[in-house]
């Protein structure tokens, strides 16, 4: 019997990449400037779990210095390394695919800093085609800013907020009940097909609750993603007769490519919960793919360091409850897609290396060379498989 886990940890960076600068992130290092954080604080962080497998020292080879606080620094369990992005974007769809063995070499459409952001004619067209009563935002902002900013003018005229990031993304945030959520899905599978011209990784209808300047985004959130290019990991285990389970927002990624089934959770816990289920069920040839988001959506891109250390904090403190159910020929990968740091300017992602930490019945424990594709993950796992080898990426073990 043979299964393979990945739980990635969006965002979870380990230090800038060498090509950072081009993106602004030289010296980026998310897990880094959390612990010199939580140093400074007083509370220094301590992830014994993952550390045992070989967090330090990946950071250490990823940035030539230990996470202040970390104390395990030998005798590691796991097989430890780190991965470079061989993709040009520092986006999620570019992380994840990648880590399936379908790097993206060209480059994504993005939309300017400026207001406004999104071509006229589009806009024109999604409000002919939706029959909306027009737009606000039309800018790059941070999601939970902006509807802060125009919830009440969204709520008091009917028009959804419409921004982007340094992402690929064009992003619908409107009121679920005041506008309707599935009003808004509506809108968004029109500017799904709106936006294929311009190269767009995703649209994500991002409604929110609340009233008088007070608004929260909701779990109902949904992307609309461009599928992959090529066939990914997820096709490949799929079509070697192997369930594929995707837990959070995987399926969304894949655009629901190679996936057999979807479960989903509210947040990091919930998921943590899904995963151990899946765990006790999942057969032979199964691989079953996490992503915890909230390290990316509620802390990284917030720039809140507290938050991003508790969440941490947490997720190593069940990872036990998760092991002690792994069974004979199990291997795990913890990784990651991408920087998020939360310290660093702005409210984007950061060009990071990421943590390639195996472990599991399955897992050697030894050092692994630095790996110049983030495939290297995926290839490993498909051999591991027995399922037909990816096109991009050496397997690591
Ligand atoms: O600020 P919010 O809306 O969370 O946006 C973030 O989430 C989107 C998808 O990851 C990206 O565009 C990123 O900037
Ligand atoms: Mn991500
Ligand atoms: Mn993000």
Known sequence: MSRAFILLLDSFGLGALPDADKYGDAGANTLGHIAQWAADAGTPMALPNLERIGLGAAAHKASGAWPQGFKVRDGFTGA?????????????????????????????????????????????????????????????????TIIDELGDEHVASGKPILYTSADSVLQIAAHEEHFGLERLYQVCEAAYELVKPYNIGRVIARPFLGANGKYKRTSNRHDYAVPPVAPTLLDHVKDGGGEVIALGKISDIFAGQGVSRLVKGADNMALFDRLLEVADEAGDKSLTFVNFVDFDMHFGHRRDVAGYANALHELDARLPEFMAKLKEGDLVVVTADHGCDPTWSGSDHTREHIPVLFFGPAAPARELPVSDTFSNIGATLAKHLGVQPLSNGTALL
Do not use: M
Not at 83 to 99: F, L, Y
């Open 80 to 144: 430890w390394g780190v991965a470079r992005e061989q993709s040009t974007g520092k986006d999620t769809q570019s992380g994840h695919w990648e880590i399936a063995g379908v790097p993206v070499l060209f480059d994504w459409g993005y939309f300017p800093k400026t207001v406004p952001s999104f071509p006229k004619e589009l806009t024109d067209k999604l409000q002919e085609l939706t029959g909306v009563p027009g737009w606000l935002g039309n800018c790059h902002a941070s999601g939970t």
